[in-house]
């Protein structure tokens, strides 16, 4: 019998099939790694730093080392076909009853590795490390941009999820001057529960994932990771940290490690159960924001930043985009069992 | 250049492009692969559907044979089920 589950921070119900749960094996092995493709010379390696715009905003680099030259460890350049646009006045009109702003922010490309590696599992952890340091730097530096409300850090790996047709690991910042609706809900419902319990909603998730243990995939060094109750897509995976904290960029960095470490087991895992699938990963943490009466009161107690990662195995169509219902053939508890036992 | 524009009744944000904009011939098209077989669909093909729950049919035709305008039939695969009560569990 399918059920109805509610998230229960934005209040969003998902179907998820209980019988006939699709097998990781049940779904059409689409490898990211047999996607077949004539690659250009990929402008993302080292040696060829001069294929990227300039400037280099910001790199981990070996002492010595100029900007847009070899000897780094992660790199980070300006879009190539941005988005948005850095320069100007944020602008708020109206057109009729309608609203818009013009298109101010940021749109940055993080290179995690000086090598030809595609798949963020397959990376050194120490890689892995050096690119939240530098996702951290960057949201940090944004921040401080009075222009800009949110950067949302994201990855599109593998052409069902988005990427382009560089095949090299990296992962994209879009700063913007508004917030983005998806947080927003998260940032509401957060709110209200806290008003009405007095307790961080996601604590209360961990906390209840834990003590379960059915949807948990792998725990730890203080991070955990677990398929969600009301996961829209199979094997959707969350990462959150177990002390609770809003802001992703106030990560202490002797948790960077411990982090990536988790990241790389959860992405290694997904990788063998699903065979080297697409995935998108994306960070939800607290907006920038600058103390405000009557705004963002509780924000530091009520949120909780956390990474989400969707490997793309199904599509999303008409009854989806109509109802913003997801419809889920893996009950996440299989999800979690067959990523949990797999080494 | 891009724009933000909210949509008045979700309150959603979008990034609209103004300069760099894409036409018709700039996205993609999927080629569509004809394959062989029979249609389900189609008139004729009636046994091969679950029973029609409703049709829109000339006078004299039965139920789950040819001669329909419209037909209405239960998915194979339904994503939900018509039986049982609402429980919130």
Redesign the interface.
């Known amino acids: 019998?399918?059920e109805f589950r509610k998230d229960p921070i934005i209040g969003r119900w998902v179907?998820v099939?209980t019988e006939r749960a699709r097998r990781p094996s049940d779904f059409v092995p689409h490898s990211v790694s047999e996607e077949k493709m004539a690659e250009p010379p990929c402008p993302f390696c080292e040696g060829r730093e001069d294929q990227t715009p300039p400037p280099e905003i910001f790199a981990i680099r070996n002492p010595g080392t100029k900007p847009c030259s070899p000897g780094w460890k992660v790199r980070v350049v300006p879009s190539v076909?941005p988005?948005?646009?850095v320069e100007g006045k944020v602008e708020r009109h109206g057109k009729g009853?309608?609203?818009?702003?013009?298109?101010i922010g940021a749109h940055e490309i993080i290179i995690e590795t000086p090598q030809h590696i595609y798949n963020m599992a397959d990376l050194p952890e120490q890689q892995i490390t050096d690119s939240i340091t530098a996702y951290i730097e960057r949201m940090t530096d944004l921040g401080r941009d009075p222009r800009l409300k949110y950067a949302l850090l994201f990855k599109n790996y593998g052409l069902a999820a988005g990427s382009g047709k560089i095949r090299h690991a990296h992962s994209q910042l879009i700063a913007?001057?508004?917030n983005?609706?998806r947080l927003?809900d998260e940032l509401v419902g957060s709110r209200q529960y806290f008003e009405y319990k007095e307790r961080c909603i996601f604590c209360d998730v961990i906390k209840q994932e834990m003590d379960t243990g059915k949807r948990i995939v792998a725990d730890v060094d203080g991070f955990v990771a677990f398929t969600p109750f009301a996961s829209r897509f199979p094997f959707e995976t969350w990462i959150l940290p177990k002390k609770h904290s809003a802001d992703f960029a106030h990560l202490p960095v002797d948790k960077r490690a411990d982090l990536a470490r988790t990241l790389k087991l959860v992405l290694t895992k997904l990788k063998k159960a699903l065979v080297d699938p697409a995935y998108n990963i994306i960070l939800h943490t607290a907006p920038f924001r600058v103390p405000k009466a009557g705004y963002w009161r509780t924000i530091d107690d009520d949120f909780h930043w956390h990474l989400e990662i969707m490997p793309r195995l199904t599509r999303v169509a008409g009854?989806e985009w109509g109802s913003g219902f997801y419809?889920n053939p893996t009950p996440p508890e299989d999800a979690a069992k067959y990523l949990s036992e797999i080494e | 250049?891009?724009?933000?524009?909210?949509d008045?009744i979700?309150?959603?944000?979008v990034?609209i492009?103004?300069d760099?904009v894409k036409n018709p011939s700039d996205y993609e098209v999927e080629t569509h692969v004809k394959r062989g077989g029979v249609c389900p669909f189609c008139p004729g093909n009636e046994s091969m559907t679950p029973p029609e729950i409703f049709a829109v049919r000339e006078g004299g035709s039965k139920p789950n044979t040819p001669g329909w305008q419209v037909r209405v039939i239960p998915n194979k695969f339904p994503?939900?089920?018509v039986e049982?009560n609402i429980d919130r569990i």
Do not use: H
């Not at chain 1, 009853?97 to 298109?103: A, R, S």
């Open positions: 019998m399918p179907i099939a076909s988005v948005l646009k009853m309608y609203d818009v702003v013009n298109g913007m001057p508004v983005p609706i927003k009854f419809i | 250049m891009a724009e933000l524009r909210r008045p979700t309150g959603r944000w990034i492009e103004v760099k994503a939900l089920r049982g």
